[in-house]
């Protein structure tokens, strides 16, 4: 072990069943850090351009920080090549998963191949076994865990799974852990299918890795642990711990920054609905956190009467607000049957949200007939055919086998105008804030609309691994908890960087990711300006309410598009610079690049 870091990733060959192991580069390290950029990095070394991303080749790297398993720090990364975009694809979470493998000796995982029948890894340790999952095939989640930990025979035991979503090949399928943990976003779950592979199962007694300056690195985690107790801190925490994020319902609502009805408007009067205070506390059960996180933002609860009745699950903002203000759904426990039903059968209730909302959008202009949608009256808020829908995209029944293949695939097929409302970038929905409020960041994210939006500061927390809810637990002497975190670092690793160190760290890995994707043709759209754009929705004036006539013109967004392109030193294409890339010391992608045509 190396301050910090365990020293090693497991390989995975699911093909011929072998297990390895290989050492990070510390010289790497130091530059990318971990978590997200060292991932990309692997992605790209390890993997041919053009590769199709169900195929064999493609790999799924689950990656820990160099802070990982610490105050705050519960987070874990997934990469592999997007089988919605064709592009990068990666994820986060939250939980206890990634600490575990940090406590196992890991820094990361890297699977490949393709295993013949379904199988499940578990790793104790230095005990690393692939094991039968033909029995798991076909449970949900929630099951799958429990039947895991049963098998081994230990409840302690951390799992991440799929559920049939990415058992059907769903592009929005998702890896769930603890019930609730998704990594959502860009269909790893998918990835996870094609492998033949239904969970990982992670137990560590290692303990974390020795640290640089222990009594500065405990000072660091005793200071945020008393200012996590302090009157000061419990009234800031106090909303989040009480409602959980899905408390933005509202307060979203109440600027103009709501996305209801397929982001037609951004406020509705009915919202106090599905995101009141009162609402949230009348199916309340608990409040819980991640591993070492006093900030306890899940908030989970029951269905206690009617048709849903003893459904279990946590809503969080962008999941909730995409399942429900998008489609006009507004009943609470319906939110939570919802949500709830994404968990059980591993689906990004963020992005299936949104296909939902453009197919209640195509059914009202005619585009889809009753007769299309198998019989579904799909009208604005009709929450049993939404679910009905929702059901029929997992198993890939009837109309859900087109839509289960995501933007990118399934607008070509349907036509007839249909692109101009689809609320999406390069194949990925939008997260839960209007196009307004966002400006250009859903379109020129690396991995397409997603709500966390590609900046140095993204790529630094998603390498370091850090929550930034739990920045808000910054002791005292700090200004922002992103210097606290830097802080914990170099008390960790030794390093001593500043934090202008740290924003080159972000600013090579958001650079890498374009790179990646320009190298894979940037899905098809050259040059990546074709592809970092709107559909023509996202520049209407809003409709409704206090978010009426908020408009972000073409003009408006064309002109933020260039000035992100020229800040980061990519050309008015979008490709960035040879200058750029050596400055990233990125000099490697540059060959690869060339063969695209990227800067002809």
């Given at each position: 072990?190396?301050n ?11 093909t011929d069943n072998s ?7 510390m010289?790497?390290?130091q530059k ?7 991932g990309l990095y ?18 799924l790297?689950f990656?820990t920080g160099?802070?990982?398993g ?5 987070r ?10 064709d592009l ?5 979470s939250?939980g ?10 890991y820094?990361?995982i890297?699977?490949s191949?393709?295993a013949?029948?379904p199988?499940?890894?578990?790793v ?9 999952a ?30 049939p979503a ?16 998704a990594?959502a ?8 299918g ?6 990982i ?12 300056d ?7 985690l005793?200071?945020?642990a ?9 009234n ?11 408390s933005?319902q509202?307060?979203s609502?109440?600027?103009?920054r ?17 995101g009141s205070?009162r ?7 608990l409040?819980?956190s ?11 609860g029951?269905v206690?009467?009617g ?6 699950g946590q ?8 399942l429900?203000q998008?489609?006009?759904?507004l009943d609470?426990?319906g939110?939570l049957y919802l ?18 909302a453009?197919?209640?959008?195509c ?14 009256d799909?009208?604005?808020?009709n929450l049993n055919?939404e ?15 087109l ?6 695939h399934?607008l070509?097929?349907?036509g ?5 409302f689809?609320?999406?970038c ?5 997260g ?5 409020l ?7 994210n ?14 630094v927390?998603d ?19 992103v210097?606290y975190?830097?802080a ?11 934090a202008e160190?740290?924003e080159?760290?972000?600013?090579m ?32 004036a809003l ?9 972000y013109t073409r003009?408006t ?9 020229s ?5 008015e ?5 040879k200058?750029?890339?050596?400055k ?7 060959q ?9």
């Open positions: 072990m190396v910090g870091y365990a020293g090693r990733y497991l390989d995975v060959n699911l297990v390895k192991t290989f050492p990070v580069d010289n790497l390290a990318m850090i971990g978590g997200l950029t060292y692997l992605l790209w070394k390890k993997t041919k351009p053009g590769m199709n991303p169900l195929s064999q080749e493609n790999l790297i990656s160099p802070i990982s610490l105050v705050g720090t519960s874990g990364t997934v990469v592999f090549k997007s089988p919605l975009t990068i694809g990666h994820s986060e939250g206890h998963w990634s600490s575990e493998l940090k406590f196992a000796g820094d990361g890297v699977l191949g393709k013949e029948k199988v499940y890894l578990n104790k340790d230095d005990h690393v076994e692939i094991r039968d033909k029995n798991l095939w076909g449970k949900p989640t929630s099951q799958t865990e429990q039947d895991i930990k049963e098998e081994l025979n230990d409840p302690f035991a951390q799992v991440v799974s799929i559920g990415g058992e059907h090949l769903c592009g929005e399928a998702c890896i769930i852990h603890a019930g609730f943990h990594f976003r860009t269909g790893g779950g998918c990835v996870m094609s492998k033949n592979l239904k969970a199962a992670i137990r560590g007694t290692k303990g974390f890795p020795t640290v640089a222990p009594e500065k690195c405990s000072g660091l005793s200071s945020t008393t200012y996590a107790k302090s009157d000061t801190m419990r800031s925490l106090w909303g989040m711990t009480t409602f959980g994020t899905q933005s509202v307060g609502a109440d600027i103009g709501g996305i209801f009805k397929n982001f037609e408007e951004g406020d509705n009067a009915k919202v106090t609905q599905i205070p609402q949230m506390r009348r199916n309340r059960v409040d819980s991640c591993f070492l996180c006093p900030t306890a933002c899940l908030h989970q029951v206690r009467s048709q849903f009745a003893g459904t279990y809503a969080d903002w962008d999941s909730s607000a995409n429900t998008q489609c006009m759904m609470p426990d939110l949500n709830a039903l994404c968990d059980d059968y591993g689906i990004d209730a963020e992005g299936v949200g949104g296909v939902m453009w197919t209640m959008e059914y009202e202009k005619g585009i889809f007939t009753k007769k299309d949608l198998d019989g579904l799909l009208t604005w808020g055919a679910a009905k829908l929702l059901w029929k995209i997992i198993h890939r029944e009837g109309i859900g086998n839509l289960a293949d995501g933007f990118k399934f070509p097929r349907v007839k105008g249909s692109e101009k689809a609320m999406q390069k194949g990925v929905g939008f839960g804030y209007q196009p307004w966002f400006r250009e960041r859903y379109a020129v690396n991995i397409g609309g997603h709500h966390n939006f590609d900046s140095q500061s993204s790529y927390s390498s370091l691994l850090y929550c930034i809810f739990a920045g808000r637990l910054m002791p005292e002497g700090f200004k922002s908890g210097d975190y830097y914990l670092f170099n008390a960790v690793t030794g390093w001593n960087f500043s160190d740290f080159k760290f972000g600013l890995g958001l650079t890498l990711g374009r790179a990646y994707n320009i190298r894979e043709g940037y899905g098809g759209v050259m040059p990546p300006s074709n592809a970092d754009i709107y559909p023509e929705k996202a520049h209407h409709t409704y309410g206090k978010g009426k006539d908020k408009e003009e967004f064309l002109a933020d598009r260039a000035q992100y392109y800040s980061l030193g990519f050309d294409k979008g490709v960035p610079t200058e750029t890339l050596k990233h010391g990125l000099d490697f992608t540059i690869d690049l060339e063969k695209t045509g990227a800067w002809s």
